[in-house]
């Protein structure tokens, strides 16, 4: 029947499925971040101008017949560009990830944030109810000076009765 199905022009042809090769994308997304963290480092720059001056002196100094870059150097552009279209997107996906991370890191402050937003409330909560019970408590000073004053009007009321006692004594001596 799938061979009627080919030959009938009234019918779509199914399209061959490419099957591209499988790869875990968190060690791509990790390869990508080496290489671009590599390409952002002055050993980078330095290797790389070291090879652009090899080259140019290689293509312009040695004789014609052992150059491989005539002097439009166009190999040398198409080296340059095929690493700069390789560059581009391994710069990007690493940056997308760095973005992702920092996502993430965000949300994950702002959790915090209100977290900890929630505990300084209900820290300020318990204070303002240990003040407010600290107010109907007699506090260290309160109780000293109460003291203070029920020891001045005991001795008060001990000297009025010593000086009634003599009164008394002085009177049954009379």
């Not at 209900?122 to 303002?128: N, V």
Request: without cysteine; glycine residues 2%; hydrophobic residues 45%.
């Amino acid at each position: 029947m799938s061979d009627l199905r080919r030959d009938r022009l009234d019918q779509p042809v199914q399209p061959g499925r490419v099957r591209l090769p499988r790869f875990d994308p968190e060690a791509f997304g990790q390869w990508s971040e080496n290489i671009a963290r590599y390409m952002g480092t002055a050993r980078f720059i330095v290797w790389m101008t070291v090879v652009i001056g090899a080259w140019f002196a290689w293509n312009t100094l040695a004789p014609a017949s052992l150059r491989f870059d005539p002097y439009t150097f166009t190999f040398l552009t198409l080296v340059l560009s095929l690493q700069a279209s390789y560059a581009a997107p391994l710069i990007l996906l690493a940056q997308n990830r760095q973005t992702d991370r920092d996502r993430l890191a965000m949300e994950e402050d702002r959790r915090r944030a209100a977290m900890q937003k929630a505990d300084t409330e209900y820290l300020a909560r318990e204070i303002a109810s240990l003040r407010v019970a600290l107010g109907e408590v007699a506090t260290r000073d309160f109780v000293r000076s109460e003291l203070s004053r029920l020891a001045d009007e005991l001795d008060e009321a001990a000297h009025r009765r010593q000086k009634l006692e003599r009164k008394e004594w002085d009177a049954d001596r009379t």
